[in-house]
């Protein structure tokens, strides 16, 4: 079965330091795997996504991710934090192709940036 | 512009009303999915529907209905027979073919209170 689990519901850091928001995932195929972004009361916006091509994912305003086969994980990283990225983070594991596709989410965690 | 939309934005619901919660893309994409977001949890997924006039149940359909008479358009309608329906509902799109097959775009988002 696939699952998702982000280790951490809550990082706090400070702006200008990296970030790094955990994801392991557990799943039977390869894996697609992806990170979405939502801020306050909005909808979700796709930040990056791994599709069995690079392992290291880069994304949307300065975020990457790499995928570890070997740790079944798919971390996302930023070298230096900006106010404007305060919002909650979603990690999601897909069924690489089948007719009853489906999304696994992560529980999601909540990225704070102290001024 | 391509996008989704969701309408309205807020709703509010009294005890024992049906309300119908609007998703409208205009992407030519195939699948349609509503999901239903709570605090602190993931998405779940309610229903899906990955062609016209056929949709599926997801993990939490129970108290929920949905329609899918366009490919335009998969209205979610919230029951009375759903016992905690206050959370922020979104609906996503996703195309069944070409290189972001397996990404999901999300509308806005409604959130909904039962007074």
């Known amino acids: 079965a696939q699952s998702v689990t982000q280790l951490d519901s809550h990082v706090s850091v400070s702006e200008g330091t990296p970030v790094l928001l955990r994801c392991n995932y557990s799943?039977?195929?390869?894996?697609?795997l992806f990170w979405y972004v939502q801020h306050p009361n909005k909808g979700l916006q796709l930040l990056l996504k791994y599709t069995s091509a690079a392992t290291l994912v880069k994304g949307i305003n300065g975020f990457e991710a790499e995928f570890k086969k070997s740790e079944t994980s798919f971390h996302l990283t930023k070298p230096s934090a900006h106010m404007s990225d305060a919002a909650e983070y979603f990690c999601?594991?897909?069924?690489?192709?089948?007719?009853?596709?489906?999304?696994?989410w992560g529980a999601g965690t909540k990225l704070i940036i102290k001024p | 512009d391509g996008g989704i939309t969701q309408s309205p934005k807020y709703l509010f619901r009294k005890e024992g009303q049906n309300v119908t919660l609007s998703c409208e893309q205009n992407?030519?994409?195939?699948?349609m999915y509503w999901y239903r977001q709570d605090p602190g949890q993931g998405l779940r997924l309610i229903y899906y529907?990955?062609?016209?006039?056929?949709?599926q149940k997801g993990d939490i359909a129970e108290g929920y209905s949905v329609s899918r008479e366009k490919k335009e358009s998969f209205p979610l309608t919230v029951t009375s027979a759903q016992k905690n329906p206050t959370a922020f509902y979104l609906c996503?799109?996703?195309?069944?073919?070409?290189?972001?097959?397996?990404?999901?775009?999300f509308g806005p988002g409604t959130r909904l209170t039962v007074l």
């Open positions: 992407l030519n994409h195939d699948a």
């Open positions: 529907s990955q062609i016209v006039n056929d949709f």
């Open positions: 996503a799109s996703r195309s069944l073919a070409g290189s972001s097959y397996n990404e999901q775009f």
């Open positions: 999601v594991v897909t069924l690489p192709m089948d007719s009853n596709y489906q999304l696994i």
């Open positions: 799943s039977s195929y390869s894996p697609s």
